[in-house]
C-alpha cells in the first residue's frame, strides 16, 4: 500500500485522467450538430475522414482506459495495458501530427518540396520518440486498490519516455513557425494583429496559433513531469495531454470545414504585392495525387 503522500500523488493523476475524459466527452457531445452538418453531411476528403479517425479513437481509447482503471485485472495483464497506453499515446500523437501536416501542404500550395520535408522531419521524431518509448521499455506497473492499473518509471525510464512528448512539441513548435512565416510572407508583419476571422486564412492562423498556446502550457507541464516530477508523477499528465490535443485539433478541423464545403483548405492566398495569387485546396491536390 502507498503512503498518504503517494496515495495523494496517485490521486491526482487518477483525477487528471477524469478530467481529460470529462473534456473530452463533452466536446464530443458539445460539437455533435457541427460534426454532422459539416462532416457527415458533405463529401468525405481526406480531412474529414482524419477528423473522424482523430475524435473516435480518442473518445473510444480514453473511454475504454477508464474502464481499465476500475477494472479489477492481474499483474501480467496490468503490464501489457501500460504497453497497450503508450502504443495508444504514440498513434494519437501521428494521428495529430498528420491533420497538421496537412495544413501547411495546403497553406503553402501544395508545395511538394514543404511535404517532403515534413515527412522528413516527422519521420525522423517518430524514429526518436519509438527508441525513447520502446526501446528499453520497463515501467514498474503495480495495481493499487481503489485506483487500478498504474506505472512508474526510474529516472532514466522517465527521461526516455519523455522524448515522445518532446519530439511532439518541437513538431508544434515548426508547425507553428510555418504558419507564421508563411502568413508574413504573404499578408506582411504589420498586418498580422489586423486579423479577422473573415476568411480561411485567417481562421488557419488564428487557430494555429490558439492551438499552439494551449498546446504549449499543456504539454510543457507533463514534459517536465517526467524529467523533474517524483516516481508517482511521471507521466501523469500524458493522459489529460493526449485528450486536450485530440480535441483541441478536433475544433481546428471543424473550424475550417465551417468555412468551406470541401478539403481542409480552400481559399485564395496574396502576397503583400498582391501579384502573386496561389490557389490552396488540398482536396483537389490529394485527388490528383491519388491520397
Known amino acids: 500500500m502507498p503512503d498518504i503522500t503517494e496515495s495523494q500523488q496517485l490521486w491526482i493523476h487518477l483525477y487528471a485522467v477524469l478530467v481529460a475524459n470529462s473534456i473530452l466527452i463533452y466536446d464530443h457531445i458539445a460539437t455533435l450538430p457541427e460534426e454532422i452538418a459539416f462532416i457527415w453531411r458533405r463529401p468525405k476528403a481526406l480531412s474529414s475522414k482524419l477528423f473522424l479517425v482523430n ?45 497538421l501536416t496537412i495544413r501547411i501542404y495546403a497553406l503553402y500550395g ?14 525522423i521524431l517518430v524514429i526518436v520518440a519509438c527508441a525513447g518509448t520502446f526501446g528499453h521499455f520497463s515501467s514498474n506497473a503495480t495495481i493499487y486498490p481503489g485506483i487500478g492499473c498504474y506505472e512508474t518509471y526510474t529516472a532514466e525510464i522517465a527521461a526516455r519516455v519523455g522524448l515522445a512528448w518532446v519530439a511532439l512539441f518541437v513538431f508544434e513548435l515548426l508547425i507553428f513557425i510555418l504558419t507564421v512565416y508563411r502568413i508574413c510572407k504573404t499578408r506582411g508583419l504589420l498586418r498580422l494583429s489586423l486579423f479577422t476571422r473573415s476568411n480561411v486564412v485567417n481562421i488557419v492562423f488564428h487557430d494555429g496559433a490558439m492551438y499552439f498556446r494551449a498546446m504549449t502550457l499543456i504539454n510543457i507541464p507533463n514534459i517536465l513531469t517526467y524529467y523533474s516530477g517524483s516516481v508517482n508523477t511521471r507521466g501523469s499528465l500524458a493522459t489529460f495531454t493526449s485528450s486536450m490535443s485530440a480535441t483541441l485539433i478536433s475544433r481546428l478541423v471543424l473550424n475550417l470545414h465551417e468555412s468551406m464545403d470541401t478539403g481542409i483548405l480552400s481559399t485564395t492566398v496574396r502576397d503583400s504585392s498582391d501579384f502573386l495569387t496561389t490557389r490552396v485546396n488540398v482536396q483537389s491536390a490529394i485527388s490528383s495525387h491519388h491520397w
Do not use: H
Not at 502504443?87 to 491533420?99: A, E, K
Open 55 to 99: 475524435r473516435y479513437i480518442a473518445l473510444l481509447g480514453n473511454i475504454f482506459a477508464l474502464c481499465i482503471d476500475f477494472l479489477p485485472m492481474s499483474d501480467e495483464s496490468c503490464v501489457k495495458y501500460t504497453l497497450c497506453r503508450q502504443l495508444f499515446f504514440l498513434f494519437q500523437g501521428l494521428i495529430v501530427c498528420l491533420i
Open 110 to 123: 501544395c508545395s511538394k518540396r514543404v511535404l517532403i520535408s515534413m515527412i522528413i522531419i516527422g519521420f
